[in-house]
C-alpha cells in the first residue's frame, strides 16, 4: 500500500509559479507510475501529467504543456509537478496519485490518493 501527501499549494498571482510535492510512503514508490490530477469547483477531477516509474517517459494535459513539469526522486520517494506561468484556470484542487498502469490519464486506473492541495491563481 502507498500513502501519499501533497504540498505546495497556494495563492500566486497570474504567470507565476508553484511547485507541488508528493511524498510517498512505502518501499515500492519506485513500482509505480505517477499522475498529478486537478479538481476545479463543481467539475470533475481531470487528468494533468503522469510520469513513469523510472522517469522514462511523461504525459501531459494539452492546456499544461509547455508551462507544466512533473519529474520524480525515487531515492526521496517524491513526484514534484512544476507549474509555471499559472492561469486563473489552473485553480483547483490539486491530487497526486499511483498506478500501476503505463501513463496512464484516467482517474480510474489511480490506486492510491493523496488528499489533494489547493492552488488558487488570482487574475
Known amino acids: 500500500q502507498v500513502q501519499l501527501a501533497e504540498s505546495g499549494g497556494g495563492l500566486v498571482q497570474a504567470g507565476g509559479s508553484l511547485r507541488l510535492s508528493c511524498a510517498a510512503s512505502?518501499?515500492?514508490?519506485?513500482?509505480?507510475?505517477m499522475g498529478w490530477f486537478r479538481q476545479a469547483p463543481g467539475k470533475e477531477r481531470d487528468f494533468v501529467a503522469a510520469?513513469?516509474?523510472?522517469?522514462?517517459?511523461?504525459r501531459y494535459e494539452d492546456s499544461v504543456k509547455g508551462r507544466f513539469t512533473i519529474s520524480r526522486d525515487n531515492a526521496e520517494n517524491t513526484v514534484y509537478l512544476q507549474m509555471n506561468s499559472l492561469k486563473p484556470e489552473d485553480t483547483a484542487v490539486y491530487y497526486c496519485a499511483a498506478t500501476r498502469t503505463i501513463l496512464s490519464s484516467a482517474s480510474r486506473q489511480y490506486d492510491y490518493w493523496g488528499q489533494g492541495t489547493q492552488v488558487t491563481v488570482s487574475s
Open positions: 512505502g518501499r515500492t514508490f519506485s513500482s509505480y507510475d
Open positions: 510520469i513513469t516509474r523510472f522517469a522514462g517517459a511523461t
